[in-house]
């Protein structure tokens, strides 16, 4: 008999609890998804205001934390590529970050080529018609245009899905110093 009143008195807490703990597992972001449910990297460039040719085709996957924003990007190999045949960036395997509404900060993987030397980008932000670069000591402004229009990484000898056979690149043009220099001049 007293077996089943504490069976009465338990089995309610237990089901209140059970319930408890299948509510916190479905509404709980969720760091990373399937596939076929989470929306392309680009989307989420999108979404964030951000334009699409920011990233090259050929990414691979991708996670992304929406509560935290913190974001991996995974390429089969580094990637490099050019904006206007001036611009060169590069993206290492992992590229990461944090992402919010016109912001990438806190960066780590991604590089831009300034004055023949490359510097990893720390920070972009989307301010009106550009998008600002911050590295350690550099920053500067390039047209949002520039990203418009889809990317693709180069390769020289055993190209892959998304890249460009590239066998020579240019150095960087006097457009480009011309921009850098006045952008640290206008901040």
Same mark, same amino acid.
Not at 67 to 83: D, E, M, P
């Given at each position: 008999?007293?077996? +089943?009143?504490?069976?009465?008195r338990l089995l309610p807490l237990?089901?209140?609890?059970?319930i408890c703990i299948i509510l916190i597992i479905h509404t709980t972001p969720a760091i990373t998804s399937s596939s076929s449910s989470k929306p392309s990297v680009y989307d989420l460039l999108d979404d964030y205001n951000f334009p699409l040719g920011l990233?090259?085709?050929g990414i691979k996957d991708y996670d992304f934390n929406?509560?935290?924003?913190? /974001? &991996?990007?995974? =390429?089969? !190999?580094?990637?490099?590529? +050019?904006?206007?045949? &001036?611009?060169?960036v590069k993206y290492k395997p992992i590229f990461e970050g944090y992402l919010s509404s016109g912001r990438l900060y806190s960066l780590k993987g991604v590089y831009v080529r300034a004055f023949l030397v490359w510097r990893e980008v720390e920070e972009i932000l989307q301010r009106g018609d550009d998008l600002v670069f911050s590295m350690k000591t550099w920053s500067y402004k390039l047209p949002v245009?520039? =990203?418009?229009?889809?990317?693709?990484?180069?390769?020289? /000898? +055993?190209?892959?899905?998304?890249?460009? !056979?590239?066998?020579?690149? &240019?150095?960087? +043009? /006097?457009? /480009?110093?011309k921009t850098m220099y006045r952008s640290n001049i206008d901040n």
């Open positions: 008999m007293m077996c +089943s009143a504490i069976t009465k237990a089901a209140a609890t059970l990233l090259p085709q929406i509560t935290t924003g913190k /974001f &991996s990007i995974y =390429f089969n !190999r580094a990637c490099t590529f +050019s904006l206007q045949n &001036s611009y060169h245009d520039y =990203f418009e229009e889809e990317t693709q990484c180069w390769c020289l /000898f +055993s190209c892959g899905e998304g890249q460009v !056979r590239k066998l020579k690149t &240019s150095p960087p +043009s /006097f457009l /480009f110093m």
